[in-house]
């Protein structure tokens, strides 16, 4: 996700321009020469799970920009007034229309090229029936050598997907901290 | 961090109205009717460290508000174009002038009810002499016993000193996803 840049204030309507603050920051923000509203502009977290039946997990056929028709994890931008978790859990609802029970935070993964945080829990279904929402054409099963590898959405979802399936051959799941460069 | 509310669009400056976008979403957010920008407004990474020395962790006492003159330890708001270990480094380093190596994740910490995300990683010292900039009054070692626990600036930093020490004295260190309601 490219950002657009910020060009009038949210306050005030004025046009900003950019400077490093007065107040000991170091870097250039967006301020207001008219309200003295100082803008940041900060990482955005993106929050979803790895939804797994036995030896399976779901993944959703995306319906939307940008990927379209790629496979990805349920994963969506994280809301204000909710947790990591309840954010991951709304996401994979939203997403799948699967029954599920959230477990452990599994992965971390920093985009930071695109200011990204992308963070997942797994999930354990509790049924293989999905009803996915108009975000997703398809919701469906993988194991392991089924996974279309060349057709996933985004190297966040490729990279927890080779570590969930990494752990689980070796018997135990640890918490995956992940630089995408 | 209270916000405040978007009034203008960033991009064009006319008025914001709030309702709900037209593309499948089902939360209000600030949309511009001149140019139909949408506005998400999503939570804030605040990222940081544990620094220990020996059986020591450094706070830094507040020389900025909110808190002012509160303990706390060195964090501060993640920047576009870092990783989370990246960002908490640098707050470490502007809050103490301490010299360390970044270990292991160590705290997620969801603060729902303001936004945001709170994430430590532990952080061996390589010296007991600090340079604290100017965020700082003073930047110093505590023993477990020592702590002023009544002097803490924020709930997330007093849960995951609780953890730290906790964990120390078990021998070993996991990695703690707590929700502060």
Redesign the interface.
Known sequence: MLR?P??????????VVYRVPDD?DT?DRAICPACH?V???????VVGTVPYWGDKVLLCKRNIEPRWGKWTLPAG??????????GAARETLEESGAQFELEG?FS?L?V??V?Q?HMFYRARLLSDTFNP???TIEARLFAEDEIPWDEIAFRTVKETLERYFADRRAGYFS?H?I?IV
Not at 6 to 15: E, F, Q
Not at 39 to 45: I, K, T
């Open positions: 657009n910020i060009k009038h204030c949210k306050n005030c309507g004025a046009a000991g870097k509203t803008h940041y502009e900060n990482p955005l977290n931008f994280m809301e204000l007034n909710e947790t990591v978790a309840e935070f971390l920093n930071a090229r200011g945080v929402g108009f975000e918490i901290a630089d």
